[in-house]
């Protein structure tokens, strides 16, 4: 049976078939707003990069209650609670990455990116919980 997340699955694949996906999230993201900015201005990106790849498939397999990711998206979260991440920000994270699934997913439509919004929402619902 197909439930939504593999729609979600399968359009990620699709995002990074062609390169530059998690690049064009951070580009969208950083100039969102300075104070998202001013957070990286130490970050090394080429590691930065890499490890939001890994983030998001942790937030998917979150999503489905995959045993053992629950640990993961806490650690995440114990993180940015330390970053000091504001509710606002998250929400500039989910529309940034939204902008880059239609920018590289051919098969973006409305309805798919309402499927990664779901996706992604528990992960963020606990990482906003645990900064408040
Ligand atoms: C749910 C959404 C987010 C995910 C999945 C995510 C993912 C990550 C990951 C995987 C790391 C590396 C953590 C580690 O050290 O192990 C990280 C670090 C970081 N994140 Fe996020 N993040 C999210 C939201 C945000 C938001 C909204 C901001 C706001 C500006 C932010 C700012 C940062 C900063 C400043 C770092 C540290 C970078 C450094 O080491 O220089 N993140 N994030």
């Given at each position: 049976m197909t439930e939504p997340p593999d729609g979600v699955l399968a359009s990620y694949y699709r995002c990074r078939r062609e390169g530059g996906f998690i690049d064009t999230f951070y580009e969208v993201f950083l100039s969102k707003s300075p104070a998202v900015a001013a957070k990286f201005e130490q970050t090394d990106f080429k590691i930065q990069k890499l490890m939001l790849r890994q983030s998001l498939l942790e937030m998917l397999c979150f999503d489905r209650g995959l045993a053992g990711t629950s640990e993961e998206i806490a650690r995440l979260a114990a993180r940015h609670r330390e970053l000091e991440i504001s509710e606002e920000m998250y929400g500039m994270w989910l529309d940034s990455l939204c902008t880059a699934v239609e920018r590289h997913?051919?098969?973006?439509c409305a309805e798919l990116e309402q499927l990664w919004r779901r996706a992604m929402l528990k992960s963020i619902a606990e990482m906003v919980a645990a900064s408040t």
């Open positions: 997913d051919p098969e973006y």
